[in-house]
């Protein structure tokens, strides 16, 4: 499986941004698709998840700012993120997990957040 994400960059703090991950390979479907962060000297946390039934997790240092969604006949998941903050800045790792639990991951996208 081949997870490739885009639409990182930088954006200013209040702005807007998309991050879109399609995944593509040997398997068609998925149980859960999400989003992963990692900031310079801490731990990869999940930011959000949304599970094939479209139910959704976040953590709540983003709830009610960043939205998950999945289009599942593309196999795409996208991030949502409406008034970021700088202390969202981190690279951002997609994530998705076949109905046999394994666990794949994209290579990551840096999000910078300026205020």
């Known amino acids: 499986v081949q997870l490739q994400a885009s639409g990182g960059g930088l954006v200013q703090a209040g702005g807007s941004l998309r991050l879109s991950c399609a995944a593509s390979?040997?398997?068609?479907?998925?149980?859960?698709m999400g989003w992963y962060r990692q900031a310079p000297g801490k731990q990869r946390d999940l930011v959000a998840v949304v599970t094939s039934d479209g139910r959704t997790t976040y953590a709540d240092s983003v709830r009610g700012r960043f939205t998950i969604s999945r289009d599942n006949a593309k196999n795409t998941v996208y991030l949502e993120m409406n008034s970021p903050k700088p202390e969202d800045t981190a690279v951002y790792y997609c994530?998705?997990?076949?109905?046999?639990?394994?666990?794949?991951w994209g290579k990551g996208t840096q999000v910078t957040v300026s205020s």
């Open positions: 994530n998705v997990v076949s109905y046999y639990g394994i666990y794949f």
């Open positions: 390979g040997r398997i068609s479907s998925f149980k859960d």
